[in-house]
């Protein structure tokens, strides 16, 4: 992700009902876009645009690259809800999770929700993670807790 972008993913990351299934970090506030680009100068994360018949629609990102371990965590949201349910954000973590064991040598990837979102969940599904637990009531939204549902993936269990 270039900076030219930072200004419309923090316009996106902004919006109440995304951000509202985000990490706590992201969630519930206004996102400044030097915010978005202190995240994408940290070493641990890579952001990327997605795009849709060539417009921004949205990111795909990993967090918590760990080198050592070779794990980090995968996550999305859709900048553009119009283009939403026609399998974009499918197809960018798809391309993600290849980039993630191809050229970054990740072993295992690993993903959160908060319980409840559906629309998550199948992209998680269709990209061949698998439900690997929960964490009980470990996250707050819309003045309730919900349980954190864990998902992973390992470079060995990528299908083709
Ligand atoms: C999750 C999100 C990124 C999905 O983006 P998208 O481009 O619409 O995703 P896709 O079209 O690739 O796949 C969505 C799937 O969810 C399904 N879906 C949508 N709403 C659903 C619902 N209420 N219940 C069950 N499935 C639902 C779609 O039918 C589709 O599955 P299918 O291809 O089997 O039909 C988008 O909804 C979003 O930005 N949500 C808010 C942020 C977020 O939740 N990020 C993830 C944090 S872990």
Redesign the pocket.
Do not use: Q
């Given at each position: 992700m270039t900076p030219e972008s930072f200004v419309a993913v923090a316009e996106w990351l902004s919006r109440l009902d995304?951000n509202t299934?985000?990490t706590s970090e992201w969630r519930g506030r206004i996102i400044d876009p030097a915010i978005v680009a202190l995240a994408v100068r940290n070493k641990r994360n890579r952001l990327f645009l997605v795009k849709s018949d060539g417009k921004p629609c949205?990111v795909v990102a990993l967090a918590d690259i760990d080198l050592v371990d070779r794990v980090a965590m995968i996550?999305?949201?859709?900048g553009d809800t119009a283009?939403?349910?026609?399998?974009?954000?499918?197809?960018a973590v798809k391309a993600l999770v290849r980039l993630a064991f191809e050229e970054l040598e990740i072993e295992t990837l690993y993903?959160?929700?908060i319980d409840g979102?559906?629309?998550?969940r199948?992209?998680l599904e269709?990209n061949g993670f698998r439900e690997v637990g929960r964490m009980r009531q470990a996250a707050t939204r819309s003045g309730g807790r919900f349980d954190r549902v864990y998902f992973d993936l390992t470079r060995n269990n990528l299908t083709a």
């Open positions: 995304t299934w985000l949205g996550w999305y949201f859709l283009s939403g349910g026609r399998g974009v954000t499918s197809a993903a959160w929700i979102n559906e629309p998550s199948r992209v269709k």
